[in-house]
């Protein structure tokens, strides 16, 4: 057999797996179709900016709070 039928064979075989694949993707919904991916390096980064987004106002209210007790 050569590895042309070979391939052709596996193909053909394939066929039911991938239409069933396709239809499954036909039920999900995209935005706009992309999907974002995020790695865990800027996951980290977008932590420690929120944490300090947040600090800034606690901080503030905390000094407004050991400044009225004095």
Known sequence: ??????LDDAWNR???????IRTGFGNVSHNDGRVMRVS???SELLDQELVDLLKQPLNT???LLSVGRL
């Open 1 to 6: 057999m050569s590895s042309a039928s070979v």
């Open 14 to 20: 394939a066929q039911p797996a991938l239409s069933a």
């Open 61 to 63: 209210a905390l000094n």
């Open 40 to 42: 865990q390096l800027d």
